[in-house]
């Protein structure tokens, strides 16, 4: 497997596979890969004859006071995993290479990034947008692939695909859990052993919200305060936000009358994690 740190070595990989009429898979990540980034990976390495991971903690994405500085990092490890899972090249640019000196252009959207994170996280899916475009520009893949569990981020990348006219099929992939239901992420390294316990209370009201849904429930209100509520037991989380939104515009809906998202943000201790299940109707 190739590591690459340049957009120009990327460029000159990609097109050289193209020039022999394969295809080309994108999986774009922020590094301390775990299952749930190989999954993702897999399901690249399946359906394309070469994989992209690229591998950059991504400073825009990143609020003041939010924590870009302490995000994990672990380029040796996520370089195994890449080559284990079957991943063609790993790019692991450096800031200055992604934003080069007086760097201005940003990828904004309305509507879709508004609720859920987008309240809290001001500035973030401009920055996701922007690198991802940019992702988009050097890699020039054929699709790409991101998981559920940032289900908000998923409809952001399909609506700016859609309306920029990108040509990249974007492949939504399942949130993979721990044992205990918790879903996998990056951030669950940094919660205390107390805590890791207290953040089971995540996956514990988003199962009970699917098992009403799926049960017929359609009151919104009611399925998100039992959520809440389950949430309110713990006493180390602190909501962020409990929603429930129409899947394809992310605006606020409380009825189950069409495909909804369910999502959360809840911190635990000083970790803030998210998770959600989406209903298809
Ligand atoms: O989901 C992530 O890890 C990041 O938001 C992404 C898509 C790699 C952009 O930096």
Not at 25 to 33: E, K
Not at 62 to 83: H, I, Q, V
Not at 123 to 151: E, M, W
Not at 204 to 224: C, H, N, S, W
Request: glycine letters at 6%; one cysteine or more.
């Amino acid at each position: 497997m190739i590591l690459e740190k340049t957009v120009k070595g990327v460029r000159e990989q990609v097109k050289e596979w193209k020039r022999q009429g394969l295809t080309v898979g994108l999986v774009p990540t922020m590094g301390y890969l775990h299952e749930g980034h190989q999954s993702l990976i897999k399901r690249a390495v399946e359906e394309n004859d070469r994989v992209v991971v690229s591998d950059f903690v991504n400073p825009i994405q990143f609020g003041p006071t939010e924590d870009l500085e302490s995000y994990p990092r672990d380029l040796d490890a996520d370089f195994k995993l890449c080559e284990e899972t079957g991943a063609a090249l790993l790019f692991n640019p450096e800031v200055d290479e992604m934003y080069v000196g007086d760097f201005v252009t940003f990828v904004d959207m309305d509507g879709v990034t508004k609720e859920l994170c987008g309240k809290s996280r001001p500035i973030h899916f401009r920055g996701v947008c922007t690198v991802v475009s940019k992702l988009f520009n050097i890699v020039t893949p054929d699709k790409a692939y991101f998981g559920q569990k940032d289900a908000q981020q998923l409809a952001v990348i399909r609506h700016m695909v859609r309306d920029l006219n990108m040509d990249i099929e974007i492949v939504g992939c399942p949130i993979i859990r721990e044992e205990d239901g918790l879903a996998k992420s990056s951030r669950n390294t940094y919660l205390s052993a107390e805590e890791r316990k207290a953040a089971v209370v995540l996956s514990r009201a988003i199962f009970k919200g699917q098992e009403m849904v799926k049960a017929g429930e359609t009151d919104g209100e009611k399925v998100l305060q039992t959520m809440k509520d389950i949430i309110s037991e713990e006493p180390l989380a602190k909501i962020d936000y409990v929603e429930m939104v129409a899947w394809d515009s992310i605006e606020v809906h409380h009825s189950v009358d069409q495909s909804v998202l369910v999502a959360m943000a809840v911190y635990i201790g000083k970790t803030r994690l998210i998770d959600n299940f989406i209903f298809e109707k």
